[in-house]
């Protein structure tokens, strides 16, 4: 089955900064790659995804790359705020008909110094 | 629009007894999936449930269960709970159909076994 790594477990950053993690997946039939937000006391938030018929996508501060050959995608942050301070988690996934379970990787605490 | 919604929001059981967790998706969504998170960890997969078929299965034991209602609301029913049965229970809704991949999730129910 699918096997999700994810580096760094911890980073600090001052604020304005940017925070890169990432990720390496094991199962080459993989074909989507989201990035989930989770603060204390709620559930994960989906902040960005990629597809693997993409190499980068971004979204405002954030912005996810793939490489397929070397299997490993990775999240940046630029200019990050205190509020971006929260356990960040990489999945990935081979969606088919037979629908699309998740394997995580085991989350990086990032926390933004004012 | 209501985002997923879980109930109860915490719980604490006793070794031996019975747990049903419920979760509401999106409305819209026809599938719902059951993830386990230990404290410190990644979200792990347990079932995914589309039109009320069961399209996956994580690893682990009989004693979890699940099953998906016509209005695609969905139960998570643990039997004989252990001391390790102790984490957060999310619930995730998607589409599956049409091209979409992502998977939203709810605040979670914490089960605390004594």
């Known amino acids: 089955g699918e096997n999700v790594e994810q580096h760094p477990s911890t980073l600090s950053v001052q604020e304005g900064d940017s925070a890169v993690i990432k990720c390496t997946y094991s199962d080459s039939a993989s074909n989507y790659f989201p990035w989930y937000k989770q603060e204390l006391g709620k559930g994960p938030q989906l902040i960005i995804d990629i597809r693997s018929n993409v190499g980068e996508k971004k979204d405002q501060r954030i912005a996810v790359t793939l490489n397929k050959t070397a299997k490993h995608f990775s999240l940046h942050i630029t200019e990050t705020q205190p509020e971006d301070s929260a356990v960040y988690f990489c999945a990935a996934s081979h969606r088919n008909n037979a629908g699309n379970m998740l394997t995580f990787g085991g989350g990086t605490r990032l926390m933004v110094k004012p | 629009d209501a985002g997923v919604t879980q109930s109860p929001t915490h719980l604490i059981k006793t070794r031996g007894q019975h747990v049903t967790l419920r979760c509401s998706p999106i409305s819209g969504h026809k599938s719902v999936s059951w993830y386990q998170q230990v404290l410190g960890q990644g979200p792990q997969f347990i079932f995914q449930y589309y039109e009320k078929e069961e399209r996956g299965r994580g690893n682990f034991p009989d004693r979890f269960s699940a099953r998906q209602f016509p209005n695609y609301s969905s139960e998570l029913n643990v039997n004989a709970l252990l001391l390790g049965d102790s984490a957060l229970y999310l619930c995730?809704?998607?589409?599956?159909?049409?091209?979409?991949?992502?998977?939203?999730f709810g605040p979670g129910t914490r089960l605390t076994v004594t």
């Open positions: 995730a809704s998607s589409l599956i159909r049409g091209g979409s991949y992502e998977q939203y």
